[in-house]
């Protein structure tokens, strides 16, 4: 049985995960989840080519409507050498992709 202070530091996902990451998909980006890595890393990696050709990578936190930061994620945002986006629903999340670069950021 794995430690209960191990299993506490181990990500969770978020009750509309799922239907995030199925919204960007259905828009043509390839997803993988990182949810299960823990220690305040964001929930998705989410990669679409854009029309123009260009290869555009987004790291998306998933949140609940009135889901907050963690002191983790504050706390590994300081340390990513790029910005993570915040999704809390399927729309955020596709805006993200046809928007451009800007962008939810919280």
């Known amino acids: ?12 996902r978020d ?13 043509g980006c390839g997803v993988i989840d990182t949810s ?3 220690g305040g890393v964001f929930d998705l990696i ?7 050709g260009v290869l555009l990578t987004r790291y ?7 889901g ?4 983790r994620q504050k706390d590994f945002r300081k340390t990513w050498p790029a910005p ?11 805006a993200l992709f046809l928007d451009g670069p800007s962008g939810a950021r919280e």
């Open 36 to 38: 299960s890595l823990g």
């Open 68 to 71: 907050r930061l963690s002191q």
């Open 15 to 27: 009750a509309n995960h799922g239907e995030i990451q199925e919204a960007l998909e259905a828009i």
């Open 60 to 66: 998306v936190e998933v949140k609940t409507r009135t």
């Open 84 to 94: 993570i986006d915040v999704a809390r629903t399927p729309a955020e999340a596709v």
């Open 1 to 12: 049985m794995a430690n209960p202070a191990y299993r506490a530091r181990l990500g969770k």
């Open 46 to 52: 989410a990669c679409r080519i854009m029309r123009n």
